[in-house]
């Protein structure tokens, strides 16, 4: 393998080593093979130029072609012309990604799913990464400065894990870095000849002069050094105080998700864009249900629990998730003397909405559905697998409309303490003013439940909170400290500060996401728009399990369990799935699909995936695809270069070192250099005459050629060669061949004009050879096989031409 090669290798390979960081961030990772291959096809074209050899920019503009054409093909097939050619389609299409793809980032906790977006990110990102690394380090041959953008890829990994990325992600990336340079070094000796590792040592045998060994003492030491440098590096953060945090921190990121059966769900953030649902111009459907409940104002249909506060923003954690039972488990926390209704709904979800995160009333008792929808118990959600979504779904639920009593809410007792403990933790910056208000708001409270109620009231009666959806959502400790200081927001705001709230007081909270019960409709359905969705929190009481509150003003409706008069509703016989006209969404809008992704969040090709819901997993396009797409784009991007790599190609042949020769070799090479330049010459214009001797050959080449000055000079002595080759009975062998053949060349590169130029790199006339050499080839290979073929014939006719005789 030569120098160059390897060195290209040790690029590839460092990038992808850095790249290693940002695999926890993402699940699943399968996205770091389609980086590698593309990556790798990058480095092959970065390969192929350089050996032409082309101009250094030239060759960076060839790869970054490559890479552009390839990620089309990948991510914008359906908007590129012939499936890989790039036009304002595919670009408006990649910003729209690139910009869905910084919104899933900010909306996931990790690991985030493997959205379309994120890989994009991803792909694109590493692949960036790699030919900015492959131009410093093997092109311009800098490897030392080809470690600053592999920091800076190991950085953002660190930076988006929270400062977790991990001792091993460090050891891996700095690995890579010490390869690349190793790499280069070796190059860079063997450009002085072959390197001796020193005299033996006394007392030692089998060094590397007594055996002959390849190992060299520069490479050892290199080795060496750099083992001992990432030892120091790992070892003295954990010797200094203060260092323990930082890229080697040991964060391993958001949430304490399981490993139980069936994988696990990614933490997603709906509050992110449910501010976007809630400012649509017109008011979308997204379902249609029907249920028995009496009176539904209370039946709050949720999507996902957001159970994590950081200090930064609200999000789920990320837990184990299971086949869906037929019979889901009893609702925690909840007594069987409490009251709880059993009520039934069937729900039919528009075309134009689709999300991972099935709409059910709390809490679910069965669910009724098809496709690949998996169970969640913590949080008691549906969510689907495989690309599952809600897109048009049909199911119904058996689900608990729990009415708890005052007096059972104050009596409760205690939660139990592991509950306590995770659904009471805030940060420790939260500011004191939180606490501080809580304590103030709910002074002369006798228990955690008129506790609730009274934050409750101060947030949506008492407090003087206007409700605007146009106020800046924020995030973190602070924005509840402004939210508190300017009282207006929208249900964010009320939401999580009331959760924040009651978790400084020791009330376990969380933060719900879903949608309002919607409007009833004349004939009896129940129809949800997009600007239904909301957000509300559920505090914990022993007895009663997890209990909605609504402190947004003018949103929703109050629970009557923190009302003095409570409401009793019953239920009728249960419902059966309607398949009937009325049961249909009502003017349910179809995805389009040209509708971009930035278009789907914000309604304007169709209902939004209410409250921040993800579109699809994004798994990405299929290896078998990718792989073929690939191949036919480097098939149709080499053709038209294949004069240019054949004539390369030849020509390294022609002018090859000479070596030791015997006198008919080198009156072959001789021959063959003479060729070289009659090609040379047919490539600017001049073309070849066989019956032409060398010497006027000679003549004619340099006359239309317009030769001077060394060019010409070179034609002749050459040509005297030749002669002597071909007419002297002991020829006397030439020498420096091949370097008059490069003037002659650099001759004709002179005199010609750049149209010329370009006419002989790129498609050179000389080629015609190939397709004769093909046609003649083609030509007898088919005269054996007819000749062959005959023979065959005769062969097997023979018997029978001989039996036929003989009867005759």
């Known amino acids: 393998m030569s120098g160059r090669a390897r060195l290209t290798l040790a690029a590839w390979a460092a990038t992808l080593m850095g790249a290693g960081a940002l695999l926890p961030l993402v699940k699943p990772a399968t996205w770091i093979f389609t980086a590698a291959f593309v990556l790798a096809l990058v480095s092959g074209v970065g390969t192929l130029a350089r050996r032409a050899p082309l101009a250094r920019p030239l060759t960076v503009l060839a790869q970054l072609l490559v890479t552009v054409l390839v990620l089309t093909a990948i991510f914008a097939r359906e908007q590129a012309v012939l499936w890989f050619l790039p036009g304002p389609q595919v670009f408006t299409h990649a910003a729209d990604l690139f910009r869905a793809g910084a919104e899933d980032v900010g909306r996931y906790a990790i690991p985030a799913p493997d959205t379309e977006g994120i890989r994009l990110m991803l792909v694109g990102g590493v692949v960036g990464i790699g030919l900015l690394v492959d131009t410093l380090a093997v092109t311009f041959r800098r490897a030392a400065p080809a470690g600053l953008p592999l920091l800076a890829l190991y950085s953002v990994a660190a930076g988006l894990s929270g400062g977790g990325a991990g001792w091993l992600w460090f050891l891996l990336a700095a690995s890579g870095y010490l390869l690349l340079l190793l790499a280069e070094g070796r190059d860079r000796l063997s450009a002085w000849g072959r390197v001796f590792g020193g005299a033996q040592r006394s007392g030692r045998s089998g060094s590397a002069v007594a055996t002959g060994g390849s190992a060299f003492a520069p490479a050892r030491t290199g080795r060496r050094i750099g083992a001992v440098a990432m030892g120091v590096a790992m070892v003295v953060p954990f010797a200094l105080p203060g260092f323990t945090g930082g ?11 399981g490993t139980g059966k069936g994988g696990t769900i990614s933490a997603v953030n709906p509050l992110v864009s449910l501010q976007d649902n809630l400012r649509q111009p017109e008011d979308r459907e997204v379902l249609r249900y029907r249920t028995n409940a009496r009176e539904n104002s209370g039946m709050y249909l949720r999507l996902v629990a957001l159970d994590q506060f950081d200090g930064t923003s609200w999000k789920s954690s990320v837990r184990p998730i299971e086949d869906v039972p037929e019979q889901l488990p009893w609702p925690q926390g909840l007594a069987q003397d409490v009251r709880a209704t059993e009520v039934t709904s069937n729900f039919v979800a528009s075309d134009g909405y689709e999300q991972k995160w099935l709409p059910m009333p709390y809490p679910a008792a069965r669910v009724d559905i098809g496709g690949r929808w998996r169970y969640e118990p913590t949080g008691r959600m549906l969510v689907g697998d495989d690309k599952q979504t809600t897109r048009g779904a049909r199911y119904q639920v058996t689900s608990l409309d729990v009415q708890p009593t005052a007096e059972q809410l104050a009596a409760a007792p205690p939660a139990p303490d592991k509950l306590r403990r995770e659904y009471t933790k805030v940060p420790a910056s939260l500011p004191e003013d939180v606490k501080s208000t809580a304590l103030n708001v709910t002074k002369g409270a006798r228990n955690d439940y008129e506790r609730a109620v009274k934050l409750q009231d101060w ?50 909270a969380r933060v719900a996401v879903g949608f309002m019960p919607g409007t009833t409709q004349t004939d009896g359905s129940v129809s949800v728009g997009i600007r239904d969705a909301h957000a509300w929190p559920e505090l914990y009481f022993e007895g009663a399990g997890w209990t909605r509150f609504e402190p947004t003003p003018s949103r929703g409706s109050t629970p009557g369990y923190t009302r003095a008069d409570t409401p009793s509703g019953t239920a009728t016989g249960p419902s059966q799935p309607q398949q009937s006209a009325s049961a249909q969404p009502s003017a349910a809008p179809s995805a389009s699909e040209s509708c971009t992704p930035q278009m789907r969040r914000l309604g304007d090709c169709g209902p939004d995936a209410a409250a921040g819901g993800a579109a699809s997993d994004g798994s990405g396009p299929d290896p078998l695809t990718v792989f073929l797409v690939t191949l036919g784009i480097l098939v149709v991007l080499t053709l038209p270069f294949l004069p240019l790599l054949w004539r390369t190609r030849v020509r390294a042949r022609r002018l090859g070192p000479a070596g030791t020769r015997g006198p008919e070799e080198a009156a072959a090479r001789t021959l063959a250099v003479w060729e070289e330049i009659n090609d040379t010459a047919w490539d600017y214009g001049v073309e070849p005459d066989e019956a032409r001797t060398p010497r006027t050959t000679a003549a004619r080449i340099v006359r239309l050629g317009e030769l001077g000055g060394e060019a010409e000079a070179a034609v002749h002595r050459v040509a005297r060669a030749v002669e002597e080759v071909l007419y002297a009975p002991r020829p006397a062998p030439a020498a420096g061949l091949a370097e008059e053949a490069g003037r002659i060349r650099a001759g004709f590169h002179a005199a010609a004009d750049r149209r010329a130029r370009l006419r002989a790199l790129l498609a050179p006339r000389s080629a015609a050879r190939l397709r004769w050499s093909t046609a003649d080839r083609w030509s007898r290979t088919t005269t054996a096989w007819a000749l062959r073929r005959q023979e065959l014939v005769a062969r097997v006719t023979a018997p029978f031409r001989r039996a036929s005789r003989e009867t005759g």
Do not use: N
């Open 247 to 257: 890229l080697l921190g040991g964060g391993g990121g958001e949430g304490t998700g």
């Open 459 to 508: 947030f949506a009666r008492d407090g003087g909170f206007r409700y605007d959806v146009d106020v800046v959502s924020g995030s973190g400790v602070q924005a509840i400290s402004r939210f508190l200081k300017d009282k207006e927001g929208f249900c964010v705001h009320f939401s999580f500060s009331m959760a924040a709230m009651a978790r400084s007081l020791g009330i376990p």
